[in-house]
């Protein structure tokens, strides 16, 4: 499971001081962003050079309870379903040992150069699959 902590900040919030719905779907892209670049570095220069993303082609959420400002969180993410051009990854939002969200994103392997989804290629399907399983 790769992990990241997040502290809710002010511009995350409406006036009550929750934060907005679409709030955590920021989030869950930085901590899979993160967890890329710590296995393959800067994004951006990876796509730019092999031509291939991913982009999420269906979300599933789970808003469990309120979230707010001040709140220190942390994103788990973990790999499901992978599968050869696609796989589905679970996040788990909690407050301290509170679940306060989880979610289902399916990403699609991409390749920006020729336009078309493509099979994910070994290296990468293992890094994927590392990521592991829920704890």
Known sequence: MYKMPLEVRLSDTDVTGQVYYS????WMEWCRVGWFQEKYGNFMKHVENT??????????????KPI???DKLEIGMISKDLKKVSFTL????KRQEEV????DIVMACFDTKSKRLVKI???MMEHINGIGQAV
């Open 100 to 103: 306060v969200l989880t979610a």
């Open 121 to 123: 290629e070994g290296g």
């Open 90 to 93: 679970g996040y788990t939002i």
């Open 51 to 64: 031509g291939i993303t991913f982009f999420p082609s269906k979300v599933s959420i789970d808003y469990r």
């Open 23 to 26: 709030k955590p779907l920021e």
């Open 68 to 70: 707010f400002f001040g």
